[in-house]
């Protein structure tokens, strides 16, 4: 418990809100340019590394709230579970020092992806009757389905061909990131001086 | 309030509910879709129950607009997936060794159904309460005002990001970057436009987290709101009743599935 209240400080609430906005605007960038890849967890992934893993699965549970309060993609909140294990995930690989290094992050991005894939299968089966209402990858759905996979396993197999590359992707990017960032503001989450946090737990034992 | 979302201003009965008591419709819409058991069933919950409430708060063509964008794409996908895919005994037409059946295409329908009563429940709560009013009302009953904080600023700020995305694009095609190229190539082009857009949202956090510092927003204990919540003594009953006959149906379901 001590952990989670260490991690919602006011500068760290204020980033996870604009973390939900990173993730919306971000997600617009690779349709723009025609990239088949979604992009939309590069906040949460950012907040769980940069932050720790509570605030990580606050924002992707967070996110894909706002995603359906919005409009945008009303079904998403199904999936609010699944995008707070990415940000947890996130949070994980970042305390174990995954992000120091380019390889060792895209190999974080892989793994998550094959999380995400083998956790949102099951909710586009058994809540949605096995599509997501998203034609492209209903498409791919299909075409597992004609090649004899059953209905949990289409959609596995679908997930699997898109979401490890578009996590390795978004954890690139958020390394790189981590390493244009000025030191001045990575000194913020380093956990040592940082002086909102003070205020923020005054019943500290 | 700024930002974009599926609210639709207006003076209606539907409006001026408590926030929770449309939450509470919402929840009820979702268990109806999770355990009634046929298409008609759906169907008529959905016309009698929720196109009613749509048409008292003047949201009918809004509501049955975002329904039917939202609800097309799964009707078509489920259409294909499951009539192809469920064998039945009345098969409609072929389209080479696969076989289309009817009971498949109902099964898909029925999905459909579910999802359009569930769908509509949340657009009823979401296009007649402002999202401030809706956080409002969750923060009194106990919800960490540093979540509504998130949530609401979230909803303002995120169509500037959405420009600002679009301004950084522009500006980096004047400066020569080639976006119609290959796929291989258009990886690269995300260094070029992600790089900024992340970065110097970051740096806005700085300033954001100073002038929430300088509005006591850390302060512990309760904070007063501008915004009054309207509540009365029927809605609490209505509340009440809804939330009981929801939670008998999930009974009444379990029931009915496993004790026979």
Redesign the interface.
Known sequence: MNDFRKE????S??????A???N???G???R????PLY?DS??TV?VGVLVGPWAGA?TGF??N??W????LF??A?AWAGVAAIIGALAGAFGKAGWMKDWWRAGLAGLITGVVAAILSAPIAAYV????????GT?AI??AW??AGLD?LFSNVAQGTMSDPLDKL?TYL?VW??LM??PQR?KA?FSGESVP?QK??T?KKK | MRG???FVPGQTVIHHLHPVTKLVITFLCLVLAGTLPSLPWLLTCFVVLLLPLAAIGRILRPFLL?SFA?IA??V???S???G??TPGQTPLFHLGS?IFTFEGWL??LT??AR?LLA?GG??LL?LSTR?DRLMLALTERGMPG??A???L???Q??P???E???VI?EAQQARGLE?HVN?FR??G???P???P???S??????E??MA??ARA??R?GRKTSLLLLEDSVWQRIARWTIMVAALGLIVLSFWLKFAR
Request: avoid cysteine; charged fraction near 10%; charge should be positive.
């Open positions: 919602f400080t006011t500068f609430v204020a980033l996870i809100a604009v939900i906005a990173i919306i605007g971000a617009q960038i690779p723009s340019v025609g990239l992009l590069i906040g950012l606050l967070l996110a709230t706002v359906t309060v919005t409009g009303p079904q909140i949605f009757g096995g599509v997501t209402g998203n034609a209903d759905v299909a389905r004609a209905a992707v990017i790189a990131v244009a960032l503001l913020r909102a205020r923020s005054p | 974009s979302t599926l975002r939202v794409p799964f078509i996908s489920l294909v997936i499951q192809f895919f696969f099964a898909g999905v459909a999802i769908l949340a657009l979401m999202p540093s979540l904080y998130v949530v600023t979230a909803i700020i995120f500037r990001f959405q600002r995305a679009q694009q976006i796929i258009r990886l082009l995300l260094v436009l992600m790089g857009l992340v970065l949202s970051i740096m806005d956090t700085e954001r987290a929430l510092e927003f850390s512990p």
